[in-house]
T-cell receptor, first 114, second 109 residues
């Protein structure tokens, strides 16, 4: 089991462009969480998804950010019209099911907006 | 509001010395507390959780509901313990974790 995969590992975008971050959960895991880490900060929860459902998006900015976890394929975090303040490390975690299960983290995607 | 506080950004100790990484939380319900660790160039991984009451790599943590603390302790630090340590809280059924800002532990030879 390769663990949680995230790609790309590094992404550079100019202001106004779109950023797409992908997360493939561990085999057998149906729950995905996205977190954002700004410099000098801890990880901040963004969104919690199950296959084809958004369970909790209370941590997502109201505009420009969206997430999906389709029936087939990876989970996608999409940031439209990126701004410099979006520069951060974005981590994905997965768990097998129940909310109290351990979350397994991916290596993260470092987004830099120039 | 739910919050996790790790007051020390950096903790530096010598090999063989005891180490305590502090974590305080604010939560009105019954929280689930975790310690995650990130070694250099590795991904974040679970170190221990309070309900399991295990000792992992010599580390222990006791949940003190009166002081709302979940400090991480090890009696004799090793150089390989050098890493970033994050305390986290889960709000039970809601699944997502609330993290502290992390403490960087540096164990010197």
């Amino acid at each position: 089991n390769a663990g949680v995969m995230q790609n790309p590992r590094h992404l550079v975008r100019r202001r106004g462009q779109e950023a797409r971050l992908r997360c493939s959960p561990m085999k057998g895991h149906s729950h995905v969480y996205w977190y954002r880490q700004l410099p000098e900060e801890g990880l901040k929860f963004m969104v919690y998804l199950q296959k084809e459902n958004i369970i909790d998006e209370s941590g997502m900015p109201k505009e420009r950010f969206s997430a999906e976890f389709p029936k087939e394929g990876p989970s996608i975090l999409r940031i439209q019209q990126v701004v410099r303040g979006d520069s951060a490390a974005y981590f994905c975690a997965s768990s097998p099911g129940r909310s109290m299960d351990e979350q397994y983290f991916g290596p993260g995607t470092r987004l830099t907006v120039t | 509001a739910q919050r996790v506080t790790q007051p020390e950004k950096l903790l530096s100790v010598f090999k063989g010395a005891p180490v305590e990484l502090k974590c305080n939380y604010s939560y009105s319900g019954s929280p689930e507390l975790f310690w995650y660790v990130q070694y250099s160039r590795q991904r974040l991984q679970l170190l221990l959780r309070h309900i399991s009451r295990e000792s992992i790599k010599g580390f222990t943590a006791d949940l003190n509901k009166g002081e709302t603390s979940f400090h991480l302790k090890k009696p004799f630090a090793q150089e390989e313990d050098s890493a970033m340590y994050y305390c986290a809280l889960s709000r039970g059924s809601q699944g997502n974790l609330i993290f502290g800002k992390g403490t960087k532990l540096s164990v010197k030879p």
